[in-house]
């Protein structure tokens, strides 16, 4: 049998969320199809009806009207449908005549799961990351900084006087990258570190939590670790007094 879902967890979730704009939006939706050749998950499977983006949202209008009355087995349909049929890229809102967001339903049903603890095992590794590490590859702050400063010393023997500054108080730029650089792939980093000195653009590094720009986190809905690890970019700003912030994920 499969296991029972408390029914209040879902509705004490979703109400408070589901203000005048997504009630709307479920109650406007003609199901006239215009979102469904926008989607290339309708396309790459033969046109199937149950791609169309406008059906995909339906388990928002089920959880109402069933009151959150629902199991384990069909939480598991919501989870293929939000995370295997969908990407949230918003090209059927385009195509939409009343400008419906789906993607936004979707990450609202993508929350509601993450919240009853239903989520990819991946995507919460990554955010049991970015609390603890403040980036979703776990780097701890020395190893980040021992990286930055091997990736100065590579270069330095290629290019003379090149510097790869960390901390560097008033630069005009605080450089992030993803956590996947340092882990996998320094040589990226040091073909950034050629071109800033080239282009002699004063920039800095951060050795503290905040240089990591992806946040992964928005992909399950999660809001508050998405609000840290933005915060946590911006608070290395406002230390540095840098005046812009590069973002190149």
């Known amino acids: 049998m499969s296991e029972e879902i408390n029914p209040h967890e879902i509705v004490n979730f979703l109400k408070p969320r589901l203000n005048a704009r997504f009630r ?3 109650n406007i939706c003609a199901r006239c199809g215009l979102c469904a050749d926008t989607c ?7 046109n199937d009806p149950k791609m169309i ?9 089920e959880l109402l ?13 919501v989870y293929d449908t939000i995370y295997h049929e969908c990407n949230m890229c918003r090209r059927c809102t385009l195509f939409c005549p009343f ?8 990450s609202l049903l993508r929350a509601m799961l993450f919240h009853l603890g239903i989520a990819p095992e991946g995507l919460v590794k990554a955010i049991d990351n970015y609390k603890k590490f403040g980036n979703q590859m776990a780097v701890t702050d020395e190893d980040w900084v021992d990286t930055v400063e091997w990736v100065e ?14 901390d ?16 996998f792939y320094p040589q990226d980093m040091m073909e950034v570190a050629k071109i800033f000195h080239v282009a002699g653009e004063d920039y800095t590094y951060s050795s ?10 928005m992909f399950c809905g999660d809001v508050s670790t998405s609000k840290l690890i933005v915060e946590n970019t911006f608070k290395r700003a406002e230390e540095l007094g840098v005046q812009q912030v590069a973002v190149t994920e």
């Open 24 to 26: 709307t939006w479920l």
């Open 40 to 46: 290339h998950y309708y396309r790459a499977h033969g």
């Open 53 to 61: 983006p406008a059906y995909k949202v339906r388990f928002l209008r």
């Open 65 to 77: 009207r069933k009151k959150g009355r629902v199991d384990r087995d069909y939480l598991q349909k």
């Open 99 to 106: 400008g419906i967001d789906i993607a936004l339903m979707i």
């Open 153 to 166: 010393e590579e270069m330095a023997e290629e290019v003379v006087g090149l510097k790869v500054p960390i």
């Open 168 to 183: 560097k108080k008033g630069a005009k730029i605080l450089y992030t990258v993803n956590a996947r650089e340092p882990m």
């Open 208 to 217: 503290k939590p905040g240089w990591d720009d992806t946040n992964l986190a």
